[in-house]
């Protein structure tokens, strides 16, 4: 007993990008649909050598070919519907040879094309032969209407057995007659506003598991093997069309290159030797951005004698010439490539090879050789500038450790090192050159740092040395010291954006502060000496002088510090005002404080 099987049309598929618009009977979801519910009927018999689980291996690749259809994909119109029977039996003679060189996407996508011209031979309007305005509007809205329907439709298959195709033409032919009596009825629905709504609505069910159960049936008959149906084997040359768009496909639509060299093999096998062939190839190469694998197939197909041979030359000469412009564009912008000017003359060198009678290479050639050797010109000038630079540090750096170290000079050496990279860098045609000149520009910059702190410690010696001088009573040592700052920092620049610039300053401020302290200390000194000095004169004998009390003297001793007599109050408070004893050095002195006869005098008494 025979289980019927309801089948639901409603196939959720996702990932099908680049459908192309096309003039199918069915809309977008009727065809997925029809596609779909055909590879279901495919599966019971093909289940282990084809799907994966439930799905179709090249699912894909199938269901674009349908949404692409006949018209996009092979290129043709039909003016009957015999033209388009005569077709589908040239295209699965077609497939059922390509079959013999493996099933691969491309496959996959022709059988979807052939299920498309198979779907639409099985409703009305689908061939669309009247390419009239009004034709096409009906076209649209039929198919709008049923793609809005389709989810709702039902199905049973009317048998589950897949039908091979002895002779393809007596298949189809047997259901034109009952399409043709069916787009009069539906034509006069749709003039008369009814639409869909009228017989369309009751017959699209038949119609669609009619065209599901042929196409099914028309795969069935490329991929089983051991049976033949009528029609003609494929010539060698629509063969060898068929590899070039398999070629196609895979590198402009697949982006795989491993697959379209299988391909490639296979069309050199089937080729008889035409030249346009390999021309096509190469331009798919091309497009998929393999460039010297185009020129090869260009060259190859320029090998061959015939009319397109000269075709074929100046296209390889306008490939070269245009790889050579862009190559000179590039030498001219910024961070040139080293070998663009090379390179390029190489590219023009080609195109005249080529094309020998090609001007516009010719001219090229010359001004890409006028520039190569400019460009030479300028890289001995900037390899001398890079030597001159190193010669620069090394100078500079000999003056910077020179005793004394000649700062200035250096400093001004190592910006000439600095103006003459910049000169380097701003070229940035020579990559070695201006890594060179740069680096040593940061390297002079550097030295010129640590000049400059080495400037400002200097400096800060100084200060440090005039305090110490201060401190002892050199006046004049001290004073010269603190006015020796200016002079050391005058090599630092009164430049804001030189980080040092502001300390330079606050020490000179200093070494100015410190000069006013040195005459402030050196005047209140020479106060003190001067007061000391006339108090020795007051109280003393005479004979004694400032000269001799004065280092006897603590600092700060009150003046008149002494018992009547010149008699000091307290050993060790200061000294006496009235000079020695006669005779008796270290002694407290007597009034009239002169010495013994023959004896010396202590000075400064206790």
Same mark, same amino acid.
């Given at each position: 007993?025979?289980?019927?099987?309801?089948?639901?049309?409603?196939?959720?598929?996702?990932?099908?990008?680049?459908?192309?618009?096309?003039?199918?009977?069915?809309?977008?979801?009727?065809?997925?649909?029809?596609?779909?519910?055909?590879?279901?009927?495919?599966?019971?018999?093909?289940?282990?050598?084809?799907?994966?689980?439930?799905?179709?291996?090249? $699912?894909?690749?199938?269901?674009?070919?349908?949404?692409?259809?006949?018209?996009?994909?092979?290129?043709?119109?039909?003016?009957?519907?015999?033209?388009?029977?005569?077709?589908?039996?040239?295209?699965?003679?077609?497939?059922?040879?390509?079959?013999?060189?493996?099933?691969?996407?491309?496959?996959?996508?022709?059988?979807?094309?052939?299920?498309?011209?198979?779907?639409?031979?099985?409703?009305?309007?689908? =061939?669309?032969?009247?390419?009239?305005?009004?034709?096409?509007?009906?076209?649209?809205?039929?198919?709008?209407?049923?793609?809005?329907?389709?989810?709702?439709?039902?199905?049973?298959?009317?048998?589950?057995?897949?039908?091979?195709?002895?002779?393809?033409?007596?298949?189809?032919?047997?259901?034109?007659?009952?399409?043709?009596?069916?787009?009069?009825?539906?034509?006069?629905?749709?003039?008369?506003?009814?639409?869909?709504?009228?017989?369309?609505?009751?017959?699209?069910?038949?119609?669609?598991?009619?065209?599901?159960?042929?196409?099914?049936?028309?795969?069935?008959?490329?991929?089983?093997?051991?049976?033949?149906?009528?029609?003609?084997?494929?010539?060698?040359?629509?063969?060898?069309?068929?590899?070039?768009?398999?070629?196609?496909?895979?590198?402009?639509?697949?982006?795989?290159?491993?697959?379209?060299?299988?391909?490639?093999?296979?069309?050199? $096998?089937?080729?008889?030797?035409?030249?346009?062939?390999?021309?096509?190839?190469?331009?798919?190469?091309?497009?998929?951005?393999?460039?010297?694998?185009?020129? &090869?197939?260009?060259?190859?197909?320029?090998?061959?004698?015939?009319?397109?041979?000269?075709?074929?030359?100046?296209?390889?000469?306008?490939?070269?010439?245009?790889?050579?412009?862009?190559?000179?564009?590039?030498?001219?912008?910024? $961070?040139?490539?080293?070998?663009?000017?090379?390179?390029?003359?190489?590219?023009?060198?080609?195109? =005249?090879?080529?094309?020998?009678?090609?001007?516009?290479?010719?001219?090229?050639?010359?001004?890409?050789?006028?520039?190569?050797?400019?460009?030479?010109?300028?890289?001995?000038?900037?390899?001398?500038?890079?030597?001159?630079?190193?010669?620069?540090?090394?100078?500079?750096?000999?003056?910077?450790?020179?005793?004394?170290? &000649?700062?200035?000079?250096? =400093?001004?050496?190592?910006?000439?090192?600095?103006?003459?990279?910049?000169?380097?860098?701003?070229?940035?045609?020579?990559?070695?050159?201006?890594?060179?000149?740069?680096?040593?520009?940061?390297?002079?910059?550097?030295?010129?740092?640590?000049?400059?702190?080495?400037?400002?410690?200097?400096?800060?010696?100084?200060?440090?040395?005039?305090?110490?001088?201060?401190?002892?009573?050199?006046?004049?040592?001290?004073?010269?010291?603190?006015?020796?700052?200016?002079?050391?920092?005058?090599?630092?620049?009164?430049?804001?954006?030189?980080?040092?610039?502001?300390?330079?300053?606050?020490?000179?401020?200093?070494?100015?502060?410190?000069?006013?302290?040195?005459?402030?200390?050196?005047?209140?000194?020479?106060?003190?000496?001067?007061?000391?000095?006339?108090?020795?004169? &007051?109280?003393?004998?005479?004979?004694?002088?400032?000269?001799?009390?004065?280092?006897?003297?603590?600092?700060?001793?009150? %003046?008149?510090?002494?018992?009547?007599?010149?008699? %000091?109050?307290?050993?060790?408070?200061?000294?006496?005002?009235?000079?020695?004893?006669?005779?008796?050095?270290?002694?407290?002195?007597?009034?009239?404080?002169?010495?013994?006869?023959?004896?010396?005098?202590?000075?400064?008494?206790?």
């Amino acid at each position: 007993m025979k289980r019927k099987t309801v089948w639901r049309v409603c196939w959720v598929l996702a990932g099908l990008g680049l459908i192309a618009s096309n003039a199918n009977a069915w809309g977008p979801e009727a065809q997925r649909s029809v596609m779909n519910t055909s590879l279901q009927l495919l599966r019971g018999v093909y289940s282990q050598d084809y799907f994966e689980n439930t799905r179709f291996i090249f $699912h894909d690749d199938l269901i674009k070919g349908a949404q692409d259809g006949y018209e996009l994909a092979l290129k043709t119109n039909f003016q009957s519907e015999s033209d388009a029977v005569n077709e589908i039996l040239n295209q699965i003679q077609l497939l059922r040879e390509a079959r013999q060189y493996g099933i691969g996407g491309y496959f996959a996508y022709r059988l979807g094309v052939l299920g498309a011209l198979v779907a639409d031979l099985h409703m009305p309007f689908g =061939i669309g032969l009247d390419k009239s305005v009004k034709g096409e509007q009906l076209r649209r809205e039929i198919n709008g209407d049923i793609d809005a329907q389709i989810a709702n439709l039902k199905t049973t298959p009317m048998r589950r057995e897949l039908y091979f195709m002895r002779s393809p033409a007596d298949y189809l032919r047997s259901d034109l007659s009952y399409v043709k009596d069916a787009e009069a009825i539906v034509a006069g629905d749709y003039a008369r506003g009814t639409g869909y709504n009228g017989y369309l609505s009751q017959s699209v069910q038949p119609y669609f598991m009619k065209a599901v159960q042929a196409v099914a049936d028309a795969w069935h008959t490329v991929l089983r093997q051991g049976e033949t149906p009528e029609g003609k084997t494929p010539s060698r040359e629509s063969m060898t069309w068929y590899f070039v768009d398999d070629i196609q496909y895979l590198l402009v639509v697949k982006d795989n290159v491993e697959e379209a060299q299988e391909a490639y093999a296979q069309l050199t $096998h089937v080729n008889p030797g035409i030249t346009e062939a390999y021309d096509k190839v190469g331009d798919y190469f091309f497009a998929a951005g393999a460039k010297d694998r185009a020129v &090869q197939e260009w060259r190859y197909a320029a090998s061959f004698s015939g009319p397109s041979r000269q075709g074929i030359i100046k296209k390889i000469g306008r490939y070269y010439v245009e790889q050579g412009k862009e190559l000179l564009d590039a030498a001219e912008g910024p $961070h040139p490539p080293e070998r663009a000017l090379d390179d390029a003359i190489v590219a023009f060198r080609e195109a =005249i090879a080529s094309d020998p009678g090609n001007s516009q290479a010719s001219d090229l050639l010359n001004d890409a050789q006028i520039k190569l050797r400019e460009r030479n010109e300028l890289l001995k000038q900037t390899i001398e500038m890079v030597a001159s630079i190193e010669r620069d540090m090394k100078e500079a750096g000999r003056l910077a450790g020179e005793t004394p170290p &000649q700062y200035e000079i250096a =400093i001004n050496t190592f910006n000439q090192v600095i103006s003459k990279a910049e000169d380097v860098a701003n070229n940035d045609m020579f990559p070695e050159q201006t890594a060179a000149a740069k680096k040593a520009a940061s390297d002079a910059q550097a030295a010129i740092n640590n000049i400059l702190n080495d400037v400002l410690d200097d400096a800060q010696d100084a200060l440090d040395d005039g305090d110490a001088l201060l401190e002892r009573r050199s006046f004049e040592e001290a004073s010269t010291k603190f006015e020796s700052v200016p002079g050391i920092l005058s090599v630092i620049p009164n430049d804001s954006s030189v980080p040092q610039s502001e300390q330079k300053q606050k020490l000179i401020d200093q070494s100015a502060q410190k000069v006013k302290d040195v005459s402030s200390a050196k005047q209140r000194f020479e106060i003190e000496q001067k007061r000391l000095a006339e108090q020795a004169e &007051q109280g003393g004998a005479p004979g004694a002088t400032p000269e001799a009390a004065a280092p006897g003297a603590m600092p700060g001793a009150a %003046p008149g510090n002494t018992m009547p007599g010149g008699m %000091p109050g307290m050993p060790g408070m200061g000294g006496m005002q009235g000079g020695t004893m006669p005779g008796m050095p270290g002694m407290p002195g007597m009034p009239g404080g002169n010495a013994m006869p023959g004896m010396p005098t202590a000075p400064g008494g206790m």
